[in-house]
């Protein structure tokens, strides 16, 4: 058995900057609303008809783990791609990022777990490589929001919290088991699938064809939707549950983490865990204030701008944590 190390990490996120003020020039909404209830400021939305794509961008991000990782890209033997926002119905994004960065035949794998897929990413990485199955796994996660919002006042519930961007990680063998991912920890709960969900198009409920024939303007399915304070609720839950259970599965306490990196769903969210943590700020490292919720991007751009910070030491406890759609969440406890 071995353990597996992040390696190298890298980040991309769109030029285009869109304040809380920009967003009130097509919807009812106000700056002092979004950051009473959010915290968010700003976030980065891709341009109309630019070239970033969830694909592209997840390359730019990709390439740059890669050249911090130190290998070479035909060293990777596995690439993991979470998102909710592929570019394409089917095929996921795994084989464009193969073709992009011109990666011989090894496995692509995507995941589809919203905001916690860079968590099941990890998981799913580690285990191969924990096997010995792989040495080098790429894990990506990107989510290209902005084309898929409701930019209504109707949509604003979601629409402010969301923006674009991708992260990167490469996880490499770890010979050495006290170091690297010490264990990740995965829950789901399907009864609550529909509270944060967008339903088409889907063969489930309203594919394509249905809402063309529908031509119905009025049709909201094809836009996420939240019961926001529901999922609120859950979240602060799940995520202490989560953080707990890594710590006692590896004999430590509250008082052994040197970081906490949330997935960045509400400023909220993380600072009533940094409470119940007792984690001053520099043991919580946060950004949603700059790129708002980026789902399965949110944790590896907030780790990979720790780590550019020098926020993530040799030896440090660094724990991972996230909630969402699904309802999905997991943890990652990583001896650095
Ligand atoms: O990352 C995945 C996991 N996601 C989360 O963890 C998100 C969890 N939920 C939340 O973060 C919060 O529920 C939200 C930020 C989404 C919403 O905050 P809230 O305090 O739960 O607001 P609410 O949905 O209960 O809405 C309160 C009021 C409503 O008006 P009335 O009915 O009281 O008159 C909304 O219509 O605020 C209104 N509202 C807005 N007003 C201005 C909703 N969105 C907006 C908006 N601007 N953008």
New binding site residues.
């Given amino acids: 058995m071995y353990n597996s190390k992040i390696i190298g990490l890298g980040y991309y996120v769109p030029d285009n900057v869109v304040t809380n003020d920009d967003l009130t020039k097509f919807?009812?909404?106000?700056d002092e609303?979004?950051q009473e209830?959010?915290g968010i400021q700003q976030r980065r939305w891709a341009v109309e008809g630019g070239e970033d794509t969830t694909a592209t961008m997840g390359v730019k991000a990709a390439k740059v783990a890669i050249e911090r990782a130190g290998i070479d890209k035909d060293d990777i033997d596995f690439i993991v791609f979470a998102t909710l926002s592929p570019d394409y119905y089917f095929p996921g994004p795994g084989v464009q990022v193969q073709k992009a960065l011109d990666i011989k035949t090894v496995g692509a794998l995507d995941i589809r777990n919203?905001?916690s897929g860079f968590v099941y990413g990890i998981s799913v990485a580690d285990q191969y490589i924990k096997s010995g199955m792989y040495k080098n796994v790429l894990v990506i996660g990107s989510e290209l929001h902005s084309k898929g919002l409701d930019k209504t006042t109707r949509g604003?519930?979601?629409?402010?919290?969301f923006g674009d961007g991708a992260g990167a990680a490469v996880l490499s063998r770890e010979e050495d088991t006290t170091k690297g991912i010490l264990s990740t920890h995965l829950h789901s709960q399907g009864e609550h699938a529909e509270e944060?969900s967008l339903m088409a198009p889907g063969m489930g409920k309203r594919w394509v064809s249905d809402i063309l024939a529908d031509n119905n303007p009025e049709d909201e399915s094809y836009f996420p939707y939240?019961n926001?304070?529901f999922?609120?609720k859950n979240?602060v839950v799940r995520f202490s549950e989560v953080i707990m259970e890594g710590l006692m599965k590896n004999n430590l306490t509250k008082e052994d983490i040197d970081l906490l990196v949330p997935?960045q769903?509400?400023l909220?969210?993380s600072q009533f865990i940094q409470g119940k943590f007792r984690l001053n700020d520099d043991q919580v490292y946060n950004n949603i204030m700059t790129y708002g919720?980026t789902?399965a991007a949110s944790i590896p751009i907030a780790l990979t701008e720790a780590w550019e910070q020098g926020k993530v030491k040799a030896g440090d406890l660094v724990v991972l944590a996230a909630?969402?759609?699904g309802f999905t969440w997991g943890s990652v406890i990583i001896r650095w």
């Fill in positions: 919807m009812e909404t106000s609303w979004i209830r959010t919203q905001c604003r519930g979601v629409t402010v919290i944060l939240m926001g304070q999922v609120f979240a997935h769903a509400n909220r969210i919720n789902t909630f969402g759609s």
